[in-house]
């Protein structure tokens, strides 16, 4: 199946500090990505929508200023976490969806582990 | 709005038992697709199967098969013959209308072998 990577996959910062977190397809296009928040046996929660080349669609509730997201090209997604706070600690995972495949080829990264101090 | 609930917040079975991991959906869109993901301790969603609203048959992907009840709006997934490696916590989810892939994940299923 298609690879999604994400990078890092660990990140420790300061409180009030910014962190982008990278999401890429490897070996497919994708216009379309999607960035989710899973805090500590809870389920994934969707944050918002990428798309490529316009704005992200954010879920109600997700603070668009907080959580800045850039889907600047066709394999690329950024997240970025913006003057962060211990309370944004969390795994946060995003998909992308290989538009070539039928309805379930949506593939997941590794996740990235967020721990703010 | 769609919803997705697992019932099951931990199960324990014995080695090389099926196991049935429960999911019951609501949604009023009559097209919908339903997925299975494994999430092991190191965090990577895992897809094992998929089923669409339309779909026939129950699908079935090497040990994992998709007990689909559409008039129940249930859709269990059943491991046949469970391994030490089937441990791990086990999402069901759902996407209505294909050109929106957003999926609502249930609260999940702690699935424990034991040998």
């Known amino acids: 199946g298609a690879v999604v990577s994400q990078h890092p996959s660990w990140v420790i910062c300061k409180s009030g500090t910014s962190v982008k977190i990278e999401c890429r397809s490897l070996d497919f296009q994708a216009t379309t990505m999607f960035w989710y928040r899973q805090f500590p046996k809870q389920s994934l929660m969707l944050m918002a929508t990428?798309?490529?080349?316009?704005?992200?669609?954010?879920e109600q509730g997700v603070e668009k200023d907080k959580f800045l997201i850039n889907h600047a090209s066709l394999t690329l997604s950024t997240l970025t976490v913006t003057s962060a706070h211990p309370e944004d600690s969390s795994f946060y995972i995003c998909s992308a969806r290989d538009e070539r495949g039928g309805p379930k080829t949506q593939y997941f990264g590794p996740g990235t582990r967020l721990l703010v101090l | 709005a769609q919803k997705i609930t697992q019932t099951q917040p931990g199960m324990f079975v014995q080695e090389k038992e099926a196991v049935t991991l429960d999911c019951t959906y609501d949604t009023s869109d009559p097209s919908y697709g339903l997925f299975w993901y494994k999430q092991p301790s190191s965090g990577e969603m895992i897809f094992l199967i998929y089923q669409g609203s339309y779909d026939q048959q129950n699908a079935t992907e090497g040990r994992y098969s998709l007990n689909f009840q559409k008039a129940r709006k249930s859709a269990n997934l059943v491991i046949s013959a469970s391994q030490l490696g089937d441990s791990a916590m086990y999402f069901c989810?759902?996407?209505?209308?294909?050109?929106?892939?957003?999926?609502?994940f249930g609260t999940g299923t702690r699935l424990t072998i034991i040998p």
């Open positions: 990428s798309n490529e080349g316009s704005k992200a669609t954010y």
């Open positions: 989810a759902m996407r209505v209308s294909f050109g929106n892939e957003k999926l609502t």
